[in-house]
């Protein structure tokens, strides 16, 4: 951490304006069209069609129907005799190495408070090598090379069991269940793979998500009203907004907005580092609401308005970057707006589906990676479970909840990244006494403190790598909340000093300027 030796005339500047700046994320809906990169103008020319072939031993598990009609380019119609786009899809080679199925054990030793073992057992699982192939190709109007192969030679293992007798039972009664599973989670990656490839080359997708405005959250500032009533007024525009509104409604409803947080930002004075946090978080607000007006040389400006700040550099250089990713593929699809309608295969409608939510990545306890469909409304529940929606064998899509402990990661989109973390959560139970896995938000990571946020108001601090992470909702955080945030503070005497005057709150926008002031010794 780096001291700033501050002098005392500007801690009494903290104590008026600079004082009070805490910030939160404040999260509203957006919606609009995902656009290809190659895309077929004329609308009557986007057709495709799709073909699915299989080796004897993986048809008799699979519907090669069923993969086949679950590949869709969104916007497109299926049209068997002449489509513009053809996928081709061979599976093939699907073995399993009986020669090498074995049973291996573990020592499992219970201990007790003092680390003495009180109790020791062997646990038994069961594993063999399997390899299986998939090959596509996909024919364009822009002779594109669109073509691979993808195998995959792995082991499969079990979870444990109490002997090595109930091992090799599983295995026998469920051996047809564990084949199907994996060709199951073989051809949900390789179709995901196809699918995601064909969408964002030729697709129009449409997508809806929450996305996020920094807003103040500090009483004392004198344009934390200001900035919440903008944010009130975001939340009008945007609550009820499709991928196929109009874009000048938006436009009209959000320019004042921008207009207004580009005036607050001219308002701030002085130049210490909380000051500048405060302009950062307009020009911030005023650059993501540009970019979802669909004007990215206005979104583009804002951003770079951040750099002399030296706040927040990195999230400038990425809006910066997605409005330059949207000025170049408005102009390649010749539109200037991503809200427009989507034309609907009658006999595939999968775009009113997936309207209402996105893909979500899943990597599991098993380090298995999944893609599954999910709605952005059940991000909020995310914590001692997710809730997401995977195809069966015949490519029907079915609810599933990953208890926290089988998942490591989740991630829906730059904005919501969840990850599997070990604390005592009070919020799910508050009698609880000792540690569990939960899935928790991103907010703010260092190699030396990082924060995380359980169901949206729960904040978790870790130290360094320590496995177990801290709650602000312990009793001891409630009760002696000084000094458990001093546990965290190291040297940094500038940020003591704060606490001992009460600066800090315990909430989520105080306390990530907290943990901000301490990685930053501010």
Known sequence: MRLLILPLILLFAWKSFGQAADIDKQYFPVAYVKLPTNPILNENERTYNVSVISDEDINSFISETAISNDLQIQGFVRDEAAPKVFVKLNLKNFLIDAASFKVEDKLVEEKDDDGN?????????????YEIAAEYTIENPFDLEMGNNIARVEPYVS????SKREAFAHYEVNKEDIKENILYNFIEKVSYRVEGLINSTFGYQPYKTNTYLWILDSKKNPLTVRQKAAFEKTIAAMENVTHDMPIEQTRNALKPIVEDFVQMAGQVEGDSRRERKVMYACYYNASVLSYYMDLPEEAIKYAEMIYPLEYGERDAENLREKALDLK??????MVDSRRMEVQIDEKFSEVEVRDSGGFAYLVTAKNDTLIANMNYDDLENVGAEAKVYLPDVNGNLKQNIFDASDLKELVFDENNIYVQKEFISYKNNPRAKSPEKYLVRKEFETDALS??????????????????????????FLMGFKNELKKFTGSCSKVNELIDKNYYKNNPASLRSFIEDVVYCE
């Not at 170049?328 to 699809?333: F, H, M, Y």
């Open 159 to 162: 979870d444990f069991f109490n």
């Open 328 to 333: 170049e593929i408005l102009s390649v699809n």
């Open 451 to 476: 924060l995380y946020i359980f169901e949206n108001d729960e904040v978790v601090f870790f130290i360094d790598d320590q496995e177990v992470g801290f709650s602000n909702r312990s009793y001891k």
């Open 117 to 129: 073992i009180t109790k020791s057992y062997r646990i038994y699982r069961y594993g063999f090598k």
